[in-house]
């Protein structure tokens, strides 16, 4: 084969690489130039999700310039060397101290003595660390009540939670051997069954799951109702149980807006709180956070601390994951520092603002029924009314809404409730009144051209 000339190599346009099938089996034998190969990627990518008309994921796609700059330059550092990076620690610290506060901790309560965490993956690890926590404390004080743990045949552990759950709990469960009990949502309860709840606990629970940001409907389990009942409960129970908190979504929302009962550490049984960074935390996908407080029974069991070094000293890890880049939590820290608690609140009364908005046009559209509608969490979920009298579902609207760019899912209820389709929109900081209005008129485009 002859040679090319040097300007055309060095030419996309005019490569071989522009020609040749992309590499999809087997390692390339030979590489190629860095631009190219940067633009083949930019090409394979071109069809993804457009973050601003993706109103189905709840995670963050955007962030200032300062805080990506930061984490390009944090990217190579490693959050488990707490020797190699103790500022990076430190930071990590910082943040779960400023979260256990936010979440209801006094002030006079002081990170590592009164309550500990972790930075984490997302909230899935988050979730798994607060159910091992649950397991292992549960164990301990069934076996100091002489219950024999071993027979799985008459202690298998349960763990109750709504049927509204996010899968992570049924990996969870299913990991560790776990029975879950779930308390099914029904037409007028789409939250955990506060009249049936206690029902399903026994002295095998290790204990309940509060949704705080049910991710099917953007609902919210009543915590503090959930903690007078287990407060009842424990007077008289042979195994008292505790709560964990999953507060993915809601745990960035609800400490900066009115309109919410307590849920967090300010009710006594709630033993640890989960939230992803990514999600209303403002941080790119990869960062999640958990809190464990020390003054409920057993708090952080020994079997989830691990020792790692730390500045000639030793400190404890708690995360189930071990080397991952540290520029998450530097981004999380330089948000916490940059909005301050003003800032998030400005943020989340904005974003509430056009969730409130966006649930009032749907609802003026008349054949909608409005089952959240964003006056508590930001996120708006609706079904057809059951007299639309349309010959066509959600799923085509969602089918339809896409032509115009949008991401707007469709899917079924779960558990009882199967049969009903809903559709949900995640309102993110970032989906201005300008997107919505952009939004609202494609909207009724699109249900124009399915009625015809
Ligand atoms: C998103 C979500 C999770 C999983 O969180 P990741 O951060 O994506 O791992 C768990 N529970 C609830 C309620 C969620 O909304």
Not at 57 to 81: W, Y
């Amino acid at each position: 084969m002859e040679k090319k000339p040097e300007y055309l190599e060095r030419t996309f346009l005019g490569s071989d690489a522009f020609k040749n099938p992309i590499a999809k089996d087997v390692l390339p034998q030979d590489g190629m130039d860095p631009d190219v190969a940067k633009t083949i990627v930019e090409h394979i990518r071109l069809n993804e999700a457009k973050a601003d008309q993706n109103f189905a994921t709840f995670c963050t796609t955007e962030m200032e310039k300062q805080a990506d700059e930061l984490m390009l330059e944090g990217l190579n550092t490693n959050a488990i060397d707490k020797s190699e990076y103790p500022r990076t620690a430190a930071m990590e610290n910082y943040c779960v101290s400023m979260l256990g506060h936010l979440w209801g901790i006094p002030e006079n309560e002081k990170f590592g003595d009164d309550f500990i965490g972790t930075s984490t993956v997302g909230s899935s690890e988050g979730c798994m660390l607060g159910g091992l926590s649950l397991l292992f404390t549960w164990k301990h004080r069934a076996k100091a009540a002489g219950l024999d743990v071993d027979d799985l045949h008459k202690h298998r552990p349960n763990l109750v939670i709504t049927s509204g759950y996010q899968v992570v709990w049924e990996k969870f469960c299913n990991y560790w051997n776990v029975e879950m009990r779930t308390v099914p949502m029904h037409d007028d309860v789409l939250s955990l069954d506060m009249d049936h709840v206690m029902d399903y606990v026994d002295e095998n629970t290790i204990g309940i799951v509060g949704i705080f940001g049910i991710t099917y409907t953007g609902g919210i389990d009543d915590i503090k109702k959930l903690d007078s009942l287990v407060e009842d409960y424990n007077k008289t129970a042979k195994l008292p149980i505790k709560i964990h908190v999953d507060a993915a979504s809601g745990g960035f929302i609800a400490p900066f807006l009115d309109g919410f009962e307590p849920w967090d550490f300010r009710l006594k049984n709630v033993a640890s709180i989960n939230v992803s960074g990514h999600k209303y935390g403002m941080v790119y996908p990869g960062i999640g956070w958990i809190v464990w407080r020390k003054n409920t029974m057993d708090y952080l069991p020994k079997e989830l601390r691990y020792s790692v070094a730390y500045l000639g000293d030793s400190v404890d890890s708690i995360a189930i994951n071990f080397s991952r880049s540290g520029a998450h939590i530097i981004a999380q820290y330089y948000n916490f520092i940059r909005f301050g608690f003003n800032g998030y609140k400005a943020v989340m009364e904005n974003t509430r603002d056009v969730a409130k908005t966006l649930a009032k046009n749907l609802r003026e559209l008349g054949i909608f029924d409005i089952l959240v509608d964003g006056s508590k969490l930001p996120l708006v979920c609706w079904k057809l009314k059951d007299n639309a009298d349309r010959k066509w579902t959600l799923y085509d609207l969602e089918t339809k809404l896409k032509e115009f760019g949008w991401q707007v899912p469709a899917y079924p209820l779960p558990e009882n409730l199967e049969k009903q389709t809903i559709q949900r929109i995640v309102v993110r900081p970032g989906m201005t009144m300008t997107i919505l209005d952009d939004f609202l008129e494609d909207l009724q485009m699109a249900v124009k051209e399915l009625d015809d």
